[in-house]
């Protein structure tokens, strides 16, 4: 059976939509106001920022960022990344028509042609899930198509995905929710915010840590957990632009997780990526807009051993845990038994 076949598009809609839809979306769904967007844009970056202490929103001078991270190594892939996974050694990214394997130093594997209009890629043994705006497919690590099926609901937009041992969540910006699949392609349940999602623009991501669902309610700046079930567990985040808080009408973008259970989130708009406690404390912020690249778009993440793999446009950059840079930032007074630090002598 062959995969369907859509026709390339210059900009997708969701991408639009991240590029400047939230803006507008987010300020008519959450009632901002004109003004409060217009000083949201004039400020110049790195001269004030609100205090997230509390100290009734007052603007005070931003100290210089640094984080605890160094740029080590970057490669350039043929087309536009729609987003990677890492599984084993390997880089698997979705970018337009084309999936490309990689090492993890750039080195070229394999690839394959599949179809457009890739939302997000997943990789569970020994299978590559592709998630479609209205269906999902899954491949064999060689390009093989394995299966497919289609959406539960005929208005459904899916933005997200995850996969854990048996199941599929997906989720969706039209409906509002999360679609529970078998990972053969069942429908099980949808999965409701006791919050109510609100998705202005394809802000909607999901991933799981040990057992739990963790998902972005953007338009609410929140980031709510589920059991395996559908369960809801709870929920953390505050609109704000300092660190510790979710900026704009609709962060965060993209989250990942490392192997002790914190929670790494990817904003847009002022991009940056920062590290939460699994119960939503704030920890720091790893990386800021500069040194991620600038822009606008949210940079996806994913973390492994002492390296975060950051994609944005064509460009895969790796980006390690330097102990020395460490000793400047939040990171050298952490507690945690954090991963990233692990076997680290520079």
């Given at each position: 059976m062959e995969p369907n076949k859509e026709n390339t598009q210059k900009i997708s809609r969701k991408r639009f939509l991240q590029v400047c839809g939230s803006v507008v979306a987010g300020g008519t769904i959450l009632g901002v106001s004109g003004t409060l967007l217009r000083k949201m844009f004039i400020i110049p970056e790195g001269i004030l920022q609100t205090n997230a202490s509390g100290n009734g929103g007052r603007l005070t001078a931003r100290q210089e960022f640094a984080s605890p991270y160094k740029l080590v190594s970057s490669f350039n892939v043929p087309d536009q990344i729609e987003g990677f996974e890492i599984y084993g050694e390997k880089l698997v990214v979705a970018a337009s028509n084309n999936i490309y394997i990689y090492d993890r130093f750039g080195t070229l594997l394999n690839n394959f042609a599949v179809a457009s209009?890739?939302?997000?890629?997943?990789?569970?043994?020994d299978r590559i899930y592709l998630l479609f705006p209205s269906r999902i497919e899954a491949y064999d690590l060689e390009g093989a198509y394995l299966l497919d099926w289609e959406a539960c609901s005929e208005e459904s937009d899916y933005c997200s995905f995850t996969v854990t041992g048996d199941y599929v969540f997906a989720t969706d910006a039209a409906n509002k929710n999360i679609c529970k699949y078998t990972t053969e392609g069942n429908f099980v349940k949808f999965i409701q915010s006791p919050n109510g999602f609100i998705?202005?623009?394809?802000?909607?991501?999901?991933?799981?840590?040990?057992?739990?669902?963790?998902?972005?309610?953007?338009?609410?700046?929140?980031?709510?957990?589920?059991?395996?079930?559908?369960?809801?567990?709870?929920?953390?985040?505050?609109?704000?632009?300092?660190d510790g808080l979710f900026c704009g009408c609709c962060n965060p973008v993209h989250l990942a997780y490392t192997s002790t259970g914190e929670i790494i989130t990817s904003e847009k708009g002022k991009p940056r990526i920062s590290c939460y406690s699994p119960d939503g404390q704030f920890r720091s912020v790893l990386l800021d807009s500069k040194m991620l690249g600038g822009g606008n778009m949210a940079y996806d993440v994913?973390?492994?051993?002492?390296?975060?793999?950051?994609?944005?446009?064509?460009?895969?950059?790796?980006?390690?845990?330097?102990k020395v840079l460490a000793a400047n930032t939040a990171c050298s007074g952490c507690s945690v038994n954090c991963p990233l630090r692990e076997g680290i002598t520079i």
């Amino acid at each position: 059976m062959e995969p369907n076949k859509e026709n390339t598009q210059k900009i997708s809609r969701k991408r639009f939509l991240q590029v400047c839809g939230s803006v507008v979306a987010g300020g008519t769904i959450l009632g901002v106001s004109g003004t409060l967007l217009r000083k949201m844009f004039i400020i110049p970056e790195g001269i004030l920022q609100t205090n997230a202490s509390g100290n009734g929103g007052r603007l005070t001078a931003r100290q210089e960022f640094a984080s605890p991270y160094k740029l080590v190594s970057s490669f350039n892939v043929p087309d536009q990344i729609e987003g990677f996974e890492i599984y084993g050694e390997k880089l698997v990214v979705a970018a337009s028509n084309n999936i490309y394997i990689y090492d993890r130093f750039g080195t070229l594997l394999n690839n394959f042609a599949v179809a457009s209009r890739i939302r997000d890629i997943a990789v569970f043994d020994d299978r590559i899930y592709l998630l479609f705006p209205s269906r999902i497919e899954a491949y064999d690590l060689e390009g093989a198509y394995l299966l497919d099926w289609e959406a539960c609901s005929e208005e459904s937009d899916y933005c997200s995905f995850t996969v854990t041992g048996d199941y599929v969540f997906a989720t969706d910006a039209a409906n509002k929710n999360i679609c529970k699949y078998t990972t053969e392609g069942n429908f099980v349940k949808f999965i409701q915010s006791p919050n109510g999602f609100i998705i202005p623009s394809y802000s909607f991501g999901i991933t799981h840590v040990d057992g739990t669902l963790y998902c972005s309610n953007s338009g609410r700046h929140l980031i709510e957990s589920y059991t395996l079930d559908g369960e809801y567990l709870g929920a953390f985040g505050k609109p704000g632009g300092a660190d510790g808080l979710f900026c704009g009408c609709c962060n965060p973008v993209h989250l990942a997780y490392t192997s002790t259970g914190e929670i790494i989130t990817s904003e847009k708009g002022k991009p940056r990526i920062s590290c939460y406690s699994p119960d939503g404390q704030f920890r720091s912020v790893l990386l800021d807009s500069k040194m991620l690249g600038g822009g606008n778009m949210a940079y996806d993440v994913k973390v492994t051993d002492d390296k975060l793999f950051v994609t944005g446009q064509r460009m895969i950059s790796t980006f390690q845990y330097d102990k020395v840079l460490a000793a400047n930032t939040a990171c050298s007074g952490c507690s945690v038994n954090c991963p990233l630090r692990e076997g680290i002598t520079i």
